[in-house]
Every structure is written in structure tokens, then in C-alpha cells.
């Protein structure tokens, strides 16, 4: 078991054939740094716990393509992402920082569809983005790729 | 707290930001770039639009034979797609070393092209072939536009004397499937050339599919890498009807991809 700490002081084990899907940690173990208990300034227990919920359900990825479990583990996936902008956004820092590659990837194309075909002012809206470009400024962008912003498939809705 | 910095993304440092732009298209990038200052310079980085490159983008920068213009950054190159001015004779070759692609592997190889106000494409095939550089190659048919009726030789003798390409544009609307010929004659009025019409009529004639990201493509023919050392010749050509001038076409450019079961 591998021991892992939250910036808000929370402790959490970890068995290490999950842990070790983060690079991170792998390195440290390998490193014989990891003896006690793994403090993680950046990642606060409400983070943590996703991520560690993420890589329980991932141990041996190999093993669930030969039980046929891909597709549970694919539902998982889906529901794992469904959340809101905030905590997607603390997954992929903790992803980022732990080097779990594979997470990193999952949360990074579920903000990714989320912002596909988005037309500009839904994407201000959804981020709660303040327009800091001049009108000029803006022009001169869109001049340089008018097709970028026409088209029937851009969807202005906000979600 | 939360109420004096209500913006989302400013929570998310700049490198994690262009890790989630990586997985949106190039059309998605653009446009996020007018959002706002911090997510234009996440936008306009060279480690977002280098995955947007071929990997190979270097080596096809060394290689090309006209100078590429002056790039600031990798965004500028990503535009670099052909758009063919008035022609007469088209001819679009493109060769590729078999060693940088994967050994005994069957390979398709398309045109991926657009057309914009085109003209000229209509009725007239163009002849693709792929095959080993000094090897003689196996040339097929394959219409950019796929408007027309099926191929008869005395029908299509018939028509060229009588229709215009306006009449027969007009037959056609309702007959989007069918295919149809017309090889006019290089010399005016003179004697008919149904250029190898016989290996025409025999070849299935390719068509164009249209690709999720709103380009069409044609298949331009297919090898095996065999030999690491051959050189693989891709080409397209109308050079038979030199009397019309073609126009309009856009050409991104020749996609090879194994052949798939």
C-alpha cells in the first residue's frame, strides 16, 4: 500500500498496482522515495479522491480487454467526466501533475467535445470568460480564418 | 473569493490549457482564439498546431521543391492547400518512399481535394494511377464531379454532337447516380476519340465519398510495400479534353492509409 496526502492534510492508501499508473509515483517508488507518506501540495482530498477513484477502476487495463470488461470500464469513463467545468478542470491539473497519462487524455477530449462547434459567446459564457480582446483585435483574428466562424455547426447554446 | 475571479479557465495553467486544445480540430482552435487574450496565446502556440502537422511536417518542408513562404510559427503552415487557377491540362503526381511506411502492408492512396465555382469537371474523368516509379501504371478512371449517365459508346457519340453541357447538366439533375462519358474531341468537329474507351467501359469508375471533415476524397489506386527501396507514384491526370479549361479544384493533398480488412 502506498500512502498518499492531500494539501487539506487528508491521508489515503492506495494499493501501489494502482498507483503506479501515475508516473509520478512510479518514479518515486522506483526511487525508494516513497517509503512513507507521499505528500501532494497541489491536489486538494476532493481531487485525490476521483483520481483515486479513476485508478482503482483501472488497475490492470490489460486484464479487463481478456475479460471482456471494456465496456464496463468504458461506461465508467463516461460517467467518470461527467462533471461540471471546476472539477474537470482540478482532474486534469492533478492528472497533469501525477503524469497519469491516460486520465490526462480522458479529461482533456471530454473538455475538448465540450467545446467543439461552440460558437464564441457560448464559450465565454460557459467558462465565465471576460472579453479582454479590442473589436479591432477580434476583427483581425477572424479575418485571418473567416471560415472558422461560419457555418451551420456552430451551436451557440450553453451546457 | 470565488465571486472576484469568476473566470474557469484562468484556473487552468497555460500548458494544461493547450493539452485540452490539442483534441479539439484546427476550426474549433481558430475560433477559441477570439474568446479571449489568455486563450489566444494558448491558441496560436507551436505545441497546438505542431500536432496539427503531419508528424513528418519536417522532412516534407525539406523536401518540397517550391520554397515555402516565410512561417512565424506553425499555425501559418497549417493552410498551405493547392487551389488549381485555370488549366488546361491538369496533372497531380505525388511519390513516396516505401521504407517510411509500414513493411507488407497493402496501401490505398486518395485525393483529397474541394471544389469552389469549378468548371470543367463535369463528364470527364480524370485517369488515376498508382504503381512503382518506372513501372508501368495501372490507370483507372475516377470523376471529381459526379454528375452524369451511364457510359455508351454510340450514346455518347450521339450526345456529343448534339448536346451542349448545359442540356446534358440539366437531363442529369434528377440522375445523380448514373454515369456518364464525354470525350470530346481534341480537333474541334473532326473524328470522334473515345480515348480507351474499351478499358473504360470494363473499369469500374471510381467515385467520390464525401469525408466527415467536408472534404471528398477519390481513391487514387493501391500497392503493397514490398521493397523498402521503390518509390511509389500517385497520380491524377485530365490531359485527354484540352479544349475545356478546368478550374476551381482545391487539393489538400494525397492521403495514404492501409487498406482496411
Known amino acids: 500500500m502506498v500512502k498518499l496526502k492531500s ?48 485508478l482503482n477502476k483501472h488497475i490492470n487495463m490489460g486484464k479487463a480487454a481478456e475479460t471482456g470488461e471494456e ?39 471530454s473538455a475538448a467535445d465540450r467545446l467543439k462547434n461552440k460558437s464564441v459567446r457560448a464559450v465565454r459564457e460557459m467558462l465565465k470568460i471576460t472579453n479582454d480582446l479590442t473589436e479591432e483585435e477580434e476583427q483581425e483574428i477572424i479575418n485571418d480564418a473567416p471560415w472558422a466562424f461560419e457555418g451551420p455547426e456552430i451551436d451557440d447554446t450553453v451546457n | 473569493m470565488e465571486n472576484e475571479n469568476p473566470n474557469i479557465l484562468s484556473l487552468l495553467p497555460e500548458d494544461c490549457t493547450e493539452k485540452v486544445l490539442v483534441f479539439t480540430s484546427p476550426v474549433d482552435v481558430c475560433r477559441v482564439s477570439v474568446v479571449s487574450k489568455s486563450l489566444q496565446s494558448a491558441a496560436d502556440s507551436d505545441s497546438v498546431w505542431e500536432k496539427f502537422l503531419p508528424s513528418d511536417y519536417q522532412s516534407i518542408i525539406s523536401a518540397s521543391l ?37 513493411p507488407r502492408t497493402s496501401y490505398v492512396a486518395y485525393i483529397v481535394y474541394k471544389l469552389k465555382n469549378d468548371h470543367g469537371f463535369h463528364f470527364r474523368p480524370s485517369e488515376v494511377s498508382v504503381g512503382v516509379c518506372g513501372v508501368e501504371l495501372d490507370t483507372q478512371f475516377a470523376f471529381l464531379v459526379p454528375k452524369g449517365r451511364q457510359y455508351h459508346p454510340y450514346k455518347s457519340i450521339y450526345r456529343m454532337s448534339s448536346a451542349t453541357e448545359d442540356e446534358l447538366e440539366q437531363l442529369d439533375d434528377d440522375n445523380e447516380e448514373a454515369v456518364y462519358i464525354y470525350f470530346p474531341c481534341p480537333y474541334g468537329r473532326g473524328p470522334l476519340l473515345p480515348v480507351r474507351a474499351s478499358n473504360l467501359v470494363q473499369s469500374n469508375i471510381r467515385r467520390r465519398q464525401l469525408r466527415d471533415d467536408g472534404w471528398f476524397e477519390i481513391e487514387l489506386g493501391e500497392f503493397y510495400t514490398e521493397n523498402e527501396d521503390d518509390c511509389i507514384e500517385m497520380s491524377l491526370k485530365e490531359v485527354n479534353d484540352c479544349l475545356s479549361p478546368k478550374d476551381g479544384l482545391i487539393v489538400e493533398g494525397i492521403e495514404i492509409r492501409p487498406r482496411m480488412g
Not at chain 1, 494502482?18 to 505528500?39: F, H, L, R, W, Y
Not at chain 1, 467545468?85 to 482532474?91: A, P, S
Open chain 1, 7 to 54: 494539501n487539506d492534510d487528508k491521508e489515503f492508501e492506495v494499493e501501489e498496482a494502482a498507483v503506479i499508473q501515475s508516473e509520478m509515483i512510479k518514479n518515486m517508488i522506483e526511487d525508494g522515495c516513497a517509503t512513507s507518506v507521499i505528500p501532494l501540495p497541489n491536489i486538494d482530498s476532493k481531487t485525490l479522491i476521483k483520481v483515486i477513484e479513476y
Open chain 1, 71 to 109: 465496456d464496463d470500464l468504458k461506461e465508467f469513463d463516461e460517467q467518470f467526466v461527467n462533471m461540471g467545468w471546476e472539477e474537470l478542470f482540478d482532474v486534469i491539473m492533478a492528472a497533469n501533475y501525477l503524469n497519469i497519462h491516460e486520465l490526462m487524455e480522458l479529461c482533456c477530449q
Open chain 2, 66 to 102: 517550391t520554397p515555402i513562404p516565410d512561417f512565424g510559427s506553425k499555425k501559418d503552415l497549417f493552410p498551405e492547400v493547392v487551389k488549381l487557377r485555370r488549366v488546361w491540362w491538369l496533372e497531380i503526381r505525388g511519390t513516396i518512399r516505401v521504407g517510411v511506411l509500414s
